[in-house]
């Protein structure tokens, strides 16, 4: 038992002893020294002073997108093959060659907009975000569980997570100020056709799938590359939640989610999701319609097949939330060799920002901290000092050269790859412009087509729900949005706000639209 009196440990309690961070034993947890036991405090109260202030400082940033999340840990298992095919005829990334090849792996779930204790019942997209790590440094593959993201150009990423996140007046998320901004985004009509159906309301995160999203590339051992899609299919299944059971549920719960997977891992009913991967010849294929490299797109699967590479098992929780949970630190920048970016200008936006905010975030050195560290390769820098540095990788090198390169001593480049060249010759002029071609509407519509009966309904519910809220010129703008992608879609949601086709024909396209001509053909008949 503790001496709550503050007077020291009792005889036979063999408990280790508290100490402070230096190391000092604290023999009074309860009292602070004072002059007579009524005070006044003094300043050289060092223990004291050591926890308060380092209490005050418990927190850091939370994440500015994602903040509420939930990780565990477990393996990546290789198949060795691409279906049928063996796997480095595509690509040369070692931890996808043999079969039964296992990998490290931490992985974390999130919302995105609400706070770190926001209830995780949100319709919301949720983060899907892997870190493997391989023997070749670390790879993190960051996406989501809805394939299709609501914008294509990173710089308009602050626009459309200010529009979602609460007002800066009111501190409420105001579906005025959604619908607003994406009344003027056409591009996002396939991802609020997704995030509005059942599916924005996982179950929870054992029952989702994942998608990297993003578009990347595979190079074989000749440098010869292909552009790839990623894939996480649930072994658990897929189920999602109606507004009426999220409401149930956040009534009594609002981590829901993080406790059913540590729960679930906990009781060793280890979660499972299949690794398939779409393959794409690295080019622009002006035939299909879209652009590969445009994350609002899906890959058609009757031309893309999603074939098998390996399957994810998670069987461990965090021993510790804020270390490994909240100090985890994924980006789309780290890939290791084999795996490559595609010139998707998301993707190059990101792969900026989330190393920039996690310097901010967690540190400069958030790298050396265990749960971010490339545990399973050698990792040797000239990169020193720092906020928190927590050791010197110099790699058992002198610790005296700390520059290459050198006659002295200290690390050494490595063998200049012979596929370094790798991927098309680019040839261009600096410009600021849209890709060419958007189709924005024809996925959008395709899905909504792809929904059974009740899914179509709770869409057609849960959009008029929230642009009741909203103004007139907002409303009008969003059933031409879906009178542009799909007829049925548009005339319910005008039905339930009382927007006929007639009463929209009159707009015209934005300003920023360039419409192919399938879409001016139903411009054409809008009315
Ligand atoms: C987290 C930026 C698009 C998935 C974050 C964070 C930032 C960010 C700053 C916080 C990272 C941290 O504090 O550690 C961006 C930008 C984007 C973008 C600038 C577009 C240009 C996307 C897309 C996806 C995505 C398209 C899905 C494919 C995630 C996930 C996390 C995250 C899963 C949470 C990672 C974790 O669990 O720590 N993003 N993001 N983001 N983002 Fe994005």
């Not at 043999?98 to 490290?104: C, K, L, V, Y």
């Not at 892997?130 to 294509?152: C, M, S």
């Not at 009426?244 to 829901?256: C, I, N, T, W, Y």
């Not at 994810?312 to 060799?337: H, P, W």
Request: include cysteine; aromatic fraction near 10%; hydrophobic fraction near 35%.
């Amino acid at each position: 038992m503790t001496d709550v009196s503050g007077q020291g440990s009792r005889p036979g309690d063999e408990r280790p002893i508290l100490t402070n961070r230096q190391g000092h034993p604290v023999y009074d947890n309860q009292n602070q020294r004072t002059v007579g036991a009524r005070g006044p405090a003094t300043l050289e109260n060092y223990q004291f002073l050591e926890k308060i202030s380092h209490f005050d400082r418990e927190r850091i940033p939370e994440r500015v997108v994602h903040a509420r999340g939930a990780t565990a840990f477990g393996f990546f298992e290789a198949y060795g093959k691409w279906g049928d095919e063996p796997i480095d005829r595509y690509t040369r990334a070692r931890l996808f060659q043999e079969a039964g090849r296992r990998t490290d792996v931490a992985v974390r779930f999130s919302t995105v907009i609400g706070g770190r204790d926001s209830a995780e019942t949100a319709r919301d997209p949720r983060g899907f975000a892997i870190k493997f790590y391989t023997e070749d440094g670390n790879w993190d593959l960051v996406g989501n569980n809805l394939a299709v993201f609501f914008i294509r150009d990173a710089i308009k990423f602050p626009d459309v997570i200010h529009a979602l996140k609460p007002d800066p007046v009111t501190f409420r998320q105001e579906p005025n100020r959604i619908f607003d901004f994406m009344s003027q985004t056409p591009e996002a009509m396939h991802m609020l056709v997704n995030l509005f159906s059942p599916r924005g309301i996982p179950a929870d995160y054992r029952h989702m799938q994942g998608f990297g999203v993003n578009t990347y590339k595979w190079v074989d051992r000749h440098g010869t590359t292909h552009l790839v899609k990623y894939h996480w299919m649930p072994k658990q299944g897929v189920r999602s939640m109606t507004e009426a059971d999220a409401a149930a549920v956040q009534a009594h719960d609002l981590g829901h989610a993080t406790r059913d997977l540590h729960e679930a891992i906990d009781r060793g009913d280890h979660p499972e999701w299949e690794l398939l991967v779409q393959i794409m010849t690295d080019e622009e294929h002006p035939e299909l319609g879209f652009d590969p490299l445009d994350d609002t797109k899906v890959w058609p699967e009757n031309e893309f097949p999603a074939k098998p590479v390996g399957r994810m098992v998670l069987d461990r929780n965090v021993s510790n939330n804020f270390a490994e949970n909240e100090q985890i630190a994924f980006g789309t920048g780290v890939l290791v060799d084999g795996l490559d970016f595609s010139d998707d200008k998301m993707l190059v936006g990101r792969t900026f920002s989330y190393s920039d905010t996690q310097r901010y975030r967690v540190g400069p050195n958030y790298l050396q901290l265990p749960v971010n560290n490339a545990k399973n390769a050698e990792v040797r820098t000239n990169q020193r000092d720092g906020q928190m540095t927590y050791f010197v990788d110099t790699g058992g090198e002198s610790p005296h050269i700390n520059y290459e390169p050198s006659l002295l001593g200290g690390l050494r480049e490595a063998e200049y790859p012979t596929h370094d060249d790798q991927g098309p010759d680019i040839s261009g002029r600096l410009t600021r412009k849209r890709i060419p071609l958007t189709n924005d509407y024809e996925q959008a519509g395709q899905r909504y087509l792809l929904m059974e009966q009740w899914e179509r309904d709770d869409l057609v519910g849960n959009f008029v729900t929230l642009l009741k809220q909203c103004d007139r010129r907002i409303q009008e703008r969003m059933v031409w949005h879906f009178l542009m992608a799909e007829d049925e879609l548009g005339l319910r949601v005008g039905e339930g706000l009382g927007i006929s086709p007639d009463d929209v024909a009159h707009l015209e396209p934005l300003a920023s639209q360039t419409l192919t001509d399938a879409e001016r053909e139903r411009l054409a008949h809008l009315g």
